[in-house]
């Protein structure tokens, strides 16, 4: 196929593999074509290689440019037309190149003469060719120069080929070398050489710094320089690993030692080695091999031992048991726990390896344990709880065995781990959570009182049933609502009161508040409340007081009645039989004559009448046979103290009432009402003589003080008759000393009702003065009266004695504060230096004992003194002659 | 324990007879004697210290400055921490110190004269009283 040939790839790939398209020109080509020229006396010469679009002319020789396009190319025919030599000796005679613009244009080409450029491989790259714008032919030698100058480019280009590609190549060892210096390096690896025969050692740069030695130290470091940095327990062993290794025939070896650096510490070394050389006798002569740090992963794995070893520990102090066991139920490995126990009941404990059923055990445990393992190989991890009953020990015990699978690496299973735990104390405690649980559950379900807990803001925490049939709310209305939303507004003051004193500590029973039921209605309600400082909640306790409520004010209500029927009241109410034996007592018996019914019962009613009243009462009470109800006029009745009350009494016949079968007896103790009378006859009687002979005086007088009565007692006290003192002012007569204090009381009356006037002087008839002490009652607004009572008692020997009494309490005083101040005072110095005297009499030095005796002296004559001054004090104490 | 001990009181004989005394009871510490309250209160005021203990033995009827005066002086000055005060009275006769029983620094009430028995109990007490603080 015409032209198939230029863009064929096989082609274009030799021509691009020789990398010389679009390349600077070099003197060697040039050479080439002006050659080419030469021999074939030509003025230009060309070396035109052709890719897929146009031509480039790596020399070119006798014109000026290095490429043209392909429709302007001789050289193409070579490759289309498969051709080793192409020549046209008149192009422009050539339909094919005639339109070429070289043809038609200047240089005005006549001549081509062009040689295949062929590749060892067969492609034609272009041609070596010689042009001239004369018609030309060439000679046989011509040609043939052209040709072996065409192959000698070729070979040109192959050769160029060839050092590109060494080029390329030393580029990439050099790259490659770098970068395994890289990869040593970064793996920290260090390489060494040992010259055995002259025993001198060569190391890379990591191999310096893992071994810490410098260049110029190396130079005459022996292997005894190296034994002697090495560590000395590792020593032996590296000696005899390096003597195994250079024995003929050894193959490589490592060694893994402590080495010495510059600062004092020591690394961990691993080495590799090899002997690279032996001589004829077998004697090594060069070894080498690398060294590499392994400090940090050597302390790694002392780590990794150590906590190993405290795993084991940790597994090995714990009372659970954990074991491990292989597919065939043999053991793989176990703790201590596990063995122990093991031991204790077949006498050995198993080894590893061994099956893990004993003889020792009941059949049903082994093939239980079985069917556990069998379980666990089945479905995987599971756990179960045991009850175990020790019937010699009498106790229940629990455990909880876990078991898992074990797996290798490629996650095949390869055994069974068993763990089982103690767990009886959780057991049961949980036990006794539960049934505590539940037995609070039951009390609050069956709880009629609202059982609640409250936090300390207010909000329900919890609340039993109960709620739902007392304020109407159920439990889950109410949990989480605060408790004074459903306070009653009167009470939310008090309740708030309270809440706040039981959050301090105290424990209050038996508070009352109101709630307001869910329908409106008030409920009154009673509290418990504790307040738990550690959870911070009330827990209370809330009965429904409704009925209580109710029941309090039946209770005051019938109190009440029964007080005033039956404790208050006077009355005794009693049952007797026909023959007065007591069957029944109200409780009033005990106030009223202190005895209490029981001490009637089995007691006859007239054994405590009066012997007096006896028959009178007796015939009374006979008639009762016959009448319904019959009244005993006052008789006396004989109280615990054995004084003799008047009573009445009301016997009513209810012996045919089946309820009562017996004589009703009212009695109503008279006696206060009797005495009151008989009193007042008495004080009426009193009255008269007190009026008439007593020491008392009555007068009447107006707000200013002047007479309008007075009784006739003033004429033997005041020896000043009624009438004298009618018509006169009453302060005409009080002592001047003492009128400013009778006047201020004595108006007081005109605001209050009565005033005590203290005793003052008032002027006796004959002159002299007496005491007199006062009452006096306004009236004023008494229509029969009409004025103020003054009611006067003459004291004066009763002033007197106390006047006389507070002059001699005085003295009495005196002579107590003498006592105490002055005859105390010597009498106490005197007590002190005689005990000073006689317990310290030999220690006391000459001097001491005579100033001792000084004081002694002194205090006695202050004592003589002081009574003399006593005495005269006491002598005319008291004379009330003197006073009045 | 150390204390300082002051002795305030007119009758050089009573004087004479408590320096007897605490120098036999053993209390130790210094003794000042000083014939009335004035010159006590002045002493204190100078050289009163929170860091002393002081005893006070105080009579009551005293010329220029008396008991019931000092111990209105006194109050101001120290604490029942530091001091106590031991009233003297020439008499079982109460009624002239009922108005100083209520005070705090009144450790007690001491009658005429005072012997030995007393002022041991006296030291048991300053002792108890002081280590207690001491403690506490």
Not at chain 1, 150 to 178: N, P, T, Y
């Amino acid at each position: 196929m015409k032209g198939g040939n230029i863009i064929d790839t096989n082609r274009l790939e030799t021509l691009m593999s020789f990398d010389v398209m679009d390349t600077d020109p070099e003197a060697i080509y040039d050479e080439i074509t002006s050659l080419a020229a030469s021999i074939c006396d030509t003025p230009t010469s060309l070396i035109s290689l052709i890719d897929d679009k146009k031509q480039f002319f790596k020399s070119h020789h006798g014109i000026d440019y290095n490429e043209t396009p392909l429709s302007e190319s001789f050289c193409k025919y070579l490759i289309e037309d498969d051709l080793d030599l192409f020549i046209v000796e008149n192009a422009q005679n050539d339909n094919r190149f005639a339109h070429f613009s070289v043809v038609k244009n200047d240089p005005g080409i006549k001549f081509y003469a062009g040689a295949s450029l062929t590749s060892p491989n067969g492609n034609r790259l272009g041609s070596l060719c010689v042009l001239d714008n004369k018609v030309r032919e060439l000679d046989d030698t011509q040609i043939k120069g052209l040709k072996t100058l065409a192959k000698q480019v070729v070979h040109l280009f192959e050769l160029r080929k060839a050092k590109k590609l060494e080029l390329e190549q030393k580029i990439d060892l050099e790259r490659k070398g770098k970068l395994l210096d890289n990869i040593v390096s970064a793996t920290g690896i260090g390489i060494w050489e040992r010259d055995l025969a002259n025993d001198s050692l060569t190391l890379s740069e990591q191999g310096l710094e893992i071994f810490s030695l410098d260049k110029d130290s190396l130079k005459d470091f022996k292997t005894d320089h190296w034994f002697s940095r090495i560590h000395k327990d590792d020593l032996p062993l590296v000696k005899k690993k390096m003597h195994d290794c250079l024995t003929y025939p050894s193959v490589s070896c490592n060694v893994q030692y402590r080495f010495l650096q510059k600062d004092g510490s020591y690394k961990w070394i691993y080495e590799e080695g090899k002997v690279l050389k032996w001589s004829p006798k077998k004697e090594p002569l060069l070894m080498y091999g690398t060294i590499q740090d392994v400090t940090e992963k050597k302390s790694f794995s002392t780590e990794l031992q150590r906590i190993k070893n405290n795993q084991d520990a940790m597994i090995n102090s714990t009372r659970d048991l954990m074991w491990s066991i292989d597919l065939n139920f043999n053991l793989i490995t176990a703790n201590t726990a596990f063995h122990d126990l093991v031991e204790k009941i077949q006498g050995t404990p198993f080894k590893e390896g061994d099956p893990v059923f004993s003889d020792e055990v009941p059949l049903q445990v082994t093939k239980k344990w079985k069917s556990y393992y069998q379980r666990a190989l089945d479905n995987g991890r599971f756990s179960v709880k045991q009850k175990i009953q020790n019937p010699k020990k009498f106790w229940t015990t629990y455990g909880l065995t876990s078991f898992d699978l074990m797996y290798n690496k490629e996650g095949e299973t390869i055994g069974i781990t068993c763990f089982l735990k103690d767990i009886t104390s959780e057991v049961l405690s949980q036990q006794v959570l539960i049934n505590a649980k539940e037995e609070m559950q039951k009390i609050m379900d069956t709880s009629l009182d609202i059982i609640c807990t409250i936090d300390e803001d207010g909000y329900f925490l919890t609340v039993n049933q109960a709620s739902k049939e007392i304020w109407g709310y159920s439990p889950k209305e109410i949990i989480g609502t605060n408790y004074m939303d459903l306070v009653y507004e009167e009470d939310k003051i008090v309740t708030e009161k309270s809440a706040s004193s039981v959050s301090s500590g105290e424990k209050i029973v038996n508070f009352e508040n109101r709630y307001i039921h869910k329908n409106g209605h008030v409920v009154p309600m009673l509290w418990s409340s504790n307040w738990d400082e550690k959870e911070g909640v009330f827990y209370c306790i809330a009965r429904d007081n409704t009925e209580k409520k109710k029941s309090d004010l039946k209770l005051e209500n019938s109190e009440r009645r029964f007080k005033t029927l039956v404790q208050e009241s006077s009355d005794i109410i009693s049952i007797l039989d026909i023959e007065g034996n007591f069957k029944y007592v109200s409780p009033s018996s005990t106030k009223v004559i202190h005895m209490s019914p029981e001490e009637f019962m089995g007691k006859n009613a007239f054994d405590f009448i009066h012997p007096d009243d006896l028959d009178r009462v007796k015939a009374k009470f006979d008639l009762i046979a016959n009448h319904v109800s019959v009244i005993i006029e006052s008789f006396r009745f004989r109280n615990k103290f054995g004084e003799w009350r008047w009573f009445i009494a009301n016997v009513s016949n209810q012996l045919e009432e089946p309820s009562i079968q017996g004589v009703v007896i009212t009695s109503r103790d008279i006696h206060e009402t009797r005495n009151a009378k008989e009193q007042l006859i008495q004080s009426e009687r009193r009255y008269k003589t007190l009026v008439q002979e007593g020491s008392d005086m009555i007068c009447i007088v107006d707000e200013k003080a002047n007479f309008s009565y007075a009784s006739p007692t003033t004429s033997k006290i005041l020896n000043i008759t009624p009438e004298e003192f009618v018509g006169t002012n009453a302060f005409v007569h009080v002592h001047k000393d003492d009128y400013d204090m009778v006047y201020e009381e004595f108006i007081k009356v005109l605001k209050i009702p009565q005033v005590n006037i203290k005793p003052f002087r008032f002027r006796h008839g004959s002159g002299h003065w007496i005491w007199l002490e006062t009452i006096i009652t306004n009236k004023l607004e008494e229509p029969t009266i009409n004025g103020i009572v003054v009611n006067a008692k003459d004291v004066t020997i009763k002033v007197q004695h106390l006047k006389a009494i507070e002059e001699q309490n005085a003295q009495l005083r005196k002579i107590a504060w003498t006592q105490s101040h002055i005859v105390r005072a010597p009498v106490a110095r005197l007590m002190g230096l005689v005990d000073l005297l006689r317990d310290d009499n030999e220690k006391l030095k000459a001097e001491e004992r005579e100033q001792i005796l000084n004081f002694i002296v002194n205090s006695a004559d202050e004592i003589d003194h002081v009574i003399k001054d006593i005495v005269e004090n006491t002598i005319n104490a008291i004379d009330i002659d003197d006073i009045i | 324990m150390n204390y300082e001990i002051l002795l305030i009181e007119d009758d050089p004989i009573f004087t004479f007879l408590l320096e007897k005394g605490i120098k036999h009871a053993d209390l130790k510490g210094d003794t000042i004697s000083f014939l009335n309250g004035k010159l006590a209160i002045e002493y204190l005021n100078k050289e009163y210290s929170d860091q002393k203990n002081y005893i006070i033995f105080l009579d009551l009827n005293m010329p220029v400055m008396n008991g019931w005066e000092f111990m209105d002086e006194l109050e101001s000055l120290a604490s029942t921490d530091n001091c106590m005060v031991f009233v003297l009275t020439s008499s079982a006769y109460r009624d002239d110190i009922e108005k100083l029983k209520k005070k705090p620094l009144v450790a007690d009430f001491v009658t005429k004269p005072i012997t030995e028995y007393l002022l041991k109990g006296i030291k048991e007490n300053i002792e108890g009283n002081f280590e207690q603080n001491q403690t506490t």
